[in-house]
């Protein structure tokens, strides 16, 4: 029995644009949370080995180096502390750990970082470079391979590509979670991801619609292939959640942030991927497709 996946196609379009608009608004109207990777400055992390209050090392900073901090409390922990400034240099880093030091006697020796600003525009370049590659490469890829499908398919896919990216977008704005290096290797693996599903289920509407279905209507062979696809596609996102999920709680228990930065958003990556291959690309091609068989056949009676 079919599943009618196109019949919803609509409502998922409304859904996808209210997630990502109302996102990227609130990210840009709150202030999307650039950690030093992209904007550049000095991060130190410490365990305090006690309570203390996000002011007074505010305070501390101020009357050291004369610089405003941003002081958050690790996830994990009532005493370890990531303070985040304008690039400082090693005397000034020197003073805050001292300054630090006597304050909180019993503290672990810190970890300093230093990013310039230079490198922040560098690494956005970087991964802006990387993101259009690996587009590219699809495009032609998604071309070559799906020609029954006419390149339509291939336009689709990238658009369910950049539906993705739009998406984890809005989400790092609604949570606030920070954009850093991570935040490009999430962007990337769920696109590759979510790019294999979508091609699972191409392959199966261009052996379904050549071999299978008889009917006219393109969304029977869609529906067709989706529902032949679904469970696949279930247990394959459900595996790999649960992988995600494991490395998340244990970067929870053992307080590893840069993991716990990874791991949470690409959970809500795959889902995505898997949502948009079924409900955004598919749907898509649909609407692309008729409309290029539409032009055609406008052409051919002119003629």
């Not at 996946?5 to 209210?18: D, H, N, T």
């Not at 365990?47 to 002011?55: A, I, R, S, V």
């Not at 020609?147 to 990216?165: C, E, R, S």
Request: charged residues 20%.
């Amino acid at each position: 029995m079919n599943i009618n996946f196109m019949k919803y196609r609509y409502v998922c379009f409304a859904f996808s644009l209210i997630v990502i608009v109302s996102g990227i608004v609130l990210g840009l109207v709150t202030g999307f949370k650039f950690d030093i990777d992209f904007k550049g400055g000095t991060k130190i992390e410490a365990d305090l080995k006690e309570e203390y209050n996000n002011t007074d090392i505010e305070n501390i900073i101020k009357d050291s180096v004369q610089k405003t901090a941003l002081v958050q409390k690790m996830t994990g922990g009532t005493s370890s502390v990531t303070i985040t400034t304008e690039v400082m240099s090693e005397e000034e880093s020197a003073k805050v750990v001292t300054a630090l030091k006597e304050k909180y006697t019993k503290m672990d020796e810190p970890s300093v970082r230093n990013v310039q600003p230079s490198y922040g525009s560098e690494l956005l370049n970087s991964a802006l470079l990387a993101i259009g590659v690996a587009v590219v490469l699809i495009l032609l890829y998604i071309g070559i391979r799906f020609k029954t499908l006419g390149f339509t398919a291939a336009i689709t896919a990238i658009i369910a590509l950049v539906h993705d990216t739009l998406f984890i977008i809005a989400i790092y704005g609604i949570f606030r979670l920070p954009i850093n290096s991570t935040f490009v290797a999430v962007i990337l693996t769920i696109i590759g991801y979510s790019i294999n599903d979508t091609i699972i289920i191409y392959d199966r509407i261009r052996e379904n619609k050549r071999k299978v279905t008889k009917s006219n209507d393109m969304k029977d062979t869609i529906n067709t292939s989706l529902t032949q696809t679904i469970k696949r596609t279930i247990y394959t996102s459900l595996t790999t959640i649960t992988a995600i999920v494991v490395v998340y709680v244990f970067a929870l228990i053992n307080n590893q942030t840069v993991l716990k930065e990874f791991a949470l958003p690409l959970t809500i990556g795959v889902l995505v991927g898997t949502y948009s291959s079924i409900f955004i690309a598919s749907p898509l091609w649909y609407i692309f497709d008729g409309i290029v068989s539409k032009f055609s056949k406008g052409k051919k009676k002119k003629k």
